[in-house]
């Protein structure tokens, strides 16, 4: 059989090395039983890893080098023929330092100075970006990548080299690319922004492989050493104090290489500066929270992202690596064996070796707040999780700040997922990544027309109209103020307000997670509500995954034809499928998504319709995900209130032929309000009472009363969650 | 925490022994090391079934019985009560077998004592079916399904009862039963027809169970014995002398139970019948071909079929834990770790032992033509794998018979599978299965009209109408007739005709598997030809999974509105989302899916249109799938020829960020002919070519010449694949 994938030249390399420094690792049979001799050595998936490598770089030793003239910009031949360059002298550094085998020693050298020969010469770079050129790439950053992986073969293969080829390497190579990124590139190289973090990262690289410590005080606290600028700067500065990268896990990711990558130098060439120790531990932290905003592997699809991007991806392959060498917390190595993929380190193998002595321990999933800014005072993320099972129920609610160019307008907008699956999705980044035939593989048009705008989310919209009215510039200046964030054993709850998304509008959004018998599971309430004067629109979509099965209110799909539901700021994109009146301001909707039931129940002012919705309008080419979703949209004088319980329950099961628990449990949901305390009564079917008390003043030490239905219900604190009898008789 | 589902009363506890007859096997941590004393009685995952079901029977024991008297047709309370009491009495029958516990002898005795006191005095059910009434259950299959477990389940137990007991329970409950199956109700016992089979194995268990060789020769040979019906010659109608069963792998695995259960207890006691090896071994191909009818798990899903239904099923966990015991072919063992589920059965209890001794080898896919009919002259469905990898490339090609009331109008349609995946999809049954809310879990009414339908299908539409004008019973009468299928490395062929589906139109499909090294991997060569005098309509679907990427012409989706593509037969349930024209004759249309990209290039008549559609037009209740789709539209005066090349390429890598062979390698189709001889020929965008002759006499002794483009191309035999240079030189 040959390959499924034809390898054709230099691009196909490129390929096969990126791929190199990501392998999967192929399940197997179990393997024969070893003598104890042999199992001693036995590193599972990372054994895989190293012998494709050997085997890749063995096949690449008698062929003559390509170092072509700079020409292409990103995703030309020149460019990844360098790219393929880069990840093989790696690869032979890692090989040579892992093996002791001198031919990868020799062949690094070689490749080396063969770059050392021509790279003098070469002038910017010929399609060069206009702020940040590169020579051998069109911008800096990619040079900066070279350097990163090229100076840290250099730095494991010098002692096989001759002071002469050593000597022309570090100068017309190392010496003088770190120079054009330094000294030649300040605007890059002192900028606090993650292409720094790359200039940097590679330049202190290059300093201690070639012994130049100017080189990594430059790194470390920029050009004039001042600390103005730099490494530490930009690890003050790029992650808030819990961690957050301020345009979310996708880029933050990016970002994570090289921090974590440098780092680990600091920290074996100076270990005296405690590299990981600063900030509290910032880099650490930034590695978990990269890894506590998965799920089912993928990263949480905020703002611009490409939706299968997960925790595979290279650099969180090296980060989880390094996190496990600093802590050696086992949990890590569940994350590992998730990864099932590893890569050419000391530490990756030390994971590979420790999955397979059987150490590894469940990962501690958990809720959390993430502080968003610098001060991690511009809003956070909060992640609010059932319990520590990654699959289990998970809910995101996105009150970070704007998050740059690459930021959605979806402020407070709520991600939830269950049994491994997106419930509500988040649109992610309209993008098909290097597809040639999708607007060349860049973001697609409706990335800016649909997916950034507030109704792609699961966010209220006011009058047709998204947050900021879709102006970065005033997102990025306002961020949502928090709340409480509580999480005990039955009541996760999470609070955020903005009153700058919209003029004279002020949003707020409460959501948590409750746990009691009367339901199946864990349950989400989610309160959503909008306060002003004056006469607007409102629009909650909930883009729910899955087949629509059943409605509490009569609800036909226009048989015969379609029409756009608005024309603009994303509603142009949206099919109008049916719209339905809810009764008696109860709508209920149900989906089935695989083996399982998701109900939103939710209780509505009078007159609210619910409008059903298909992705896919004013899409003449193929580009979106023709996805389904409803909207309980309101007109009101005086502001609105939702409030949901998003309830996953039941089982469906077409092997064994059984299905329970199809239909939603809840009967009622009551909103009582007293001044600005408020109260919500949730009413099963089988006649059982969960309340959940919200205080207008967070203070723990206040009492708050709210009338209900003729009874005072009191409580002390900022949230409380009344439980059923049902739950109290279950000994909960 | 609380278990997700919570169990209700007897409903759930006939759901939690459904259950228990097929529990998935945890996936745990490795375990640690065992000794080799223990390593002996490790049984993996069949262990942790047999301790559910000790642990399930164990809180049953000390309960009350509950027998209510007869009143609820399928799926109500009394129904859903008497299948649950013979799970437990069936359950409890096997764990004393298995583990020598009395008290679960005890239980099971007792539990059918009870049913003694009661079963005689049982009339006809008040909810009786007309046609095959019974009377603890309201159809007589229901019944003959009770007794199939309880009599097993005697059997076991019997020498633990007094004498007195045993009188009582075999006169009143198992003779009084057996007799009201057999003689009581001749036209189901006596049916060649799978009621009878489900009757004939359970009142001849009985007779095994209690020593009534009258019984037993009973249900092999019919109720007068002569022969003429019975389960022997049940064996010899129900199937094909391939074990195809008529209304495809869906119905064939429900079908499967009571043979191989029976079949099971007669080799036992009756070994001088030699009953596997009946009818060239019949029982064991039919577990064969159910098994082979799968893909990635789940069942090809051709006519009513639930998708979601595979090997993972009851009656087939039973017939690969039975197949191994006869045949002990280490292939079943890698089948039965994907179904990762074991039954209370020594038989599955040997699979996974012998799983976990490491035996398991690879199934032994492979391409197969599966006659369908009693004789194994009406048609066959024909399946072709690109290789024994289970997840590599697949088509099935639907020349079978209709299939009965369950079969759908959609004669010669392919279905193709990749990577895992449905790649061309059969839309399979519209039915929500036992979803209250969706029809009460009935088939939905858009089953028959449009699940049903030709154009539902990846099959040819003459004039919008479907095959047979969708009439079962001339679809029942009508067969295609089958041309060669011929297997060998590079190419795995069949074609099938038929002239029944349409009154004035021959209807032709050639599918093949071609290997050839100018492609990325296997391609497959679809020629789809109707012959007709006058004008028609020719309608070619392709249900595409994934999407859509490219197309080599110019298309836009109508940016603001939809609506029908037709008014009946299926149509008026499809979208027209665009309507394009090929360029110069070929179409060109690809898609994403997951890792992989997919084209289908088609050379076409002139005045061809391609026509994108969408599932869910006249849907107000949201009961279908919104599934895209396109199809190469012709009116001619001449029939018309289809020649599609469907070709898997390429690799989407989000992790590692990249994107290879995104493009068709396909650039041109040529169709030619020479009298009843047809060349296709491939060129591709490198230049190579690929050639498929077909003979229009499949004698294979004779020579074909066909004219191509001025050259005279001749080979000898019914099929030839003419390889491209490339693949020459590649050695293969």
Same mark, same amino acid.
Request: aromatic share 10%; proline share 4%; with cysteine.
């Given at each position: ?9 230099? *691009? ?10 990501? +392998? ?15 199992? *001693? ?7 895989? /890893? ?28 020149? =460019? ?76 494991? +293969? ?28 300040? @605007? ?86 405690? +590299? ?39 650099? &969180? ?29 000391? @530490? ?148 955020? @307000? ?26 989400? *309430? ?13 629009? &909650?979509?909930? =883009?729910?995954?899955?087949?629509? *099965? ?62 059903? /919705? ?17 909207? &309980?949209?309101?007109? /009101? ?9 998003? @309830? ?31 109260? +919500? ?52």
């Amino acid at each position: 059989m040959r390959s499924a994938i034809k390898i054709v030249s230099s *691009v196909a390399l490129a390929v096969s090395l990126m791929a190199c420094q990501g +392998i999967d690792a192929v399940e197997g049979e179990p393997q024969p039983q070893k003598s104890a001799q042999e199992a *001693v050595v036995d590193q599972g998936g990372y054994a895989l /890893t190293q012998e494709a490598a050997e085997k890749r770089l063995d096949a690449q030793l008698d062929k003559d080098f390509n170092i072509p003239f700079p020409k292409d910009p990103g995703g030309g031949y020149t =460019h990844e023929v360098h790219k393929a360059n880069a990840a093989l002298i790696y690869d032979a550094g890692q090989l040579y330092t892992l093996t002791g085998e001198e031919r990868y020693a020799d062949f690094a050298g070689k490749l080396m100075l063969a770059y050392a020969e021509v790279y003098p010469s070469w002038e910017l770079h010929p399609a060069k970006k206009e702020q940040s050129p590169g020579r051998m790439f069109w911008q800096n950053l990619n040079e900066s990548m070279w350097l990163l992986h090229v100076s840290q073969s250099y730095g494991a +293969i010098k002692d096989t080299l001759s002071d002469e080829h050593r000597a022309k390497i570090e100068t017309d190579l190392l010496r003088n690319m770190s120079e054009f990124l330094s000294d030649g590139s300040p @605007e890059t190289f002192n900028k606090v922004h993650n292409h720094g973090t790359w200039a940097t990262a590679a330049v202190g690289l290059t300093g201690y492989a070639i012994g130049d410590e100017d080189y990594v005080e430059q790194a470390l606290n920029g050009l004039d050493k001042s600390g103005e600028a730099g490494f530490l700067k930009q690890m003050d500065k790029l992650f808030s104090p819990d961690g957050y990268y301020n345009e979310g896990p996708y880029y933050q990711r990016f970002a994570l290489k090289p921090f974590v990558i440098f780092a680990q130098a600091v920290q074996k060439n100076n270990p005296e500066l405690k +590299i990981f120790e600063q900030r509290d531990g910032i880099l650490k932290k930034a590695i978990y929270t990269t890894i506590h905003q998965n799920y089912g592997g993928l990263f949480f699809p905020i703002n611009d992202a490409i939706k299968e991007k997960g925790i595979k991806t290279n650099e &969180l392959l090296h980060g989880v690596a390094i996190a496990y060498e600093l802590t050696g917390d086992t949990g890590l190595l569940s994350i590992a064996k998730e990864q099932d993929t590893f890569v050419l380190t000391p @530490e990756s193998r030390k994971l590979s070796q420790d999955i397979a002595a059987g150490k590894a321990t469940p990962f501690d999933y958990k809720s959390m707040r993430l502080g968003d800014g610098e001060e991690g005072n511009e809003g956070a993320l909060d992640i609010l999780r059932a319990s520590a099972d990654p699959n289990g129920l998970a809910v995101v609610a996105k009150n970070t700040s704007q998050g740059l160019g690459h930021g959605h307008f979806d402020k407070l907008a709520l991600l939830v997922f269950d049994a491994g699956h997106e419930i509500l999705r988040d649109y992610g980044a309209a993008r098909f990544l290097n597809v040639e035939a999708k607007y060349g593989g860049h973001y697609l048009p409706e990335n800016n027309a649909y997916a950034k705008q507030t109704v792609a989310h699961n966010a209220l919209v006011v009058d047709e109209t998204s947050h900021f009215d879709s102006d970065v510039e005033v997102g990025n200046k306002n961020a949502p103020v928090l709340g409480e964030f509580v999480v005990t054993d039955n009541l996760k709850v999470t609070t955020a @307000e903005i009153d700058t998304a919209y003029d004279d509008v002020k949003l707020g959004r409460t959501v948590a997670i409750i746990d009691d018998a009367a339901f199946d599971g864990p349950v989400i *309430v989610d309160l959503t509500e909008a306060h002003a004067d004056g006469s607007h629109r409102y629009d &909650l979509p909930f =883009h729910y995954n899955g087949h629509l *099965v059943e409605t509490n209110f009569d609800v036909q799909a226009d048989p015969l034809a379609r029409a756009p539901l608005g024309a603009k700021n994303g509603y142009q994109y949206l099919w109008k499928v049916a719209e339905a009146n809810p009764v008696d301001g109860l709508s209920q909707v149900t989906w089935l998504l695989d083996k399982k039931f998701y109900s939103v129940s939710s209780s509505v002012p009078k007159g609210t319709k619910v409008v059903f /919705t298909q992705v896919g309008a004013n899409d003449p080419n193929f580009n979106l995900r023709n996805e389904p979703g409803f909207m &309980l949209r309101a007109i /009101t004088n005086d502001g609105v209130s939702f409030v949901s319980v998003i @309830e996953p329950h039941g089982d469906y099961n077409p092997t064994v032929e059984y299905t329970l628990g199809s239909h939603s449990q809840v009967k009622a949901i009551g909103h009582f309000e007293g001044g600005a305390d408020e109260f +919500i009564q949730i009413e099963t079917k089988q006649g059982d009472i969960v309340g959940l008390g919200l205080a207008g003043d967070p203070n723990p030490e206040l009492t708050h009363t709210v009338e209900v239905n003729g009874e005072s219900i009191t409580w002390t604190g900022a949230y409380k969650l009344f439980q059923s009898n049902k739950h109290k008789t279950a000994g909960n």
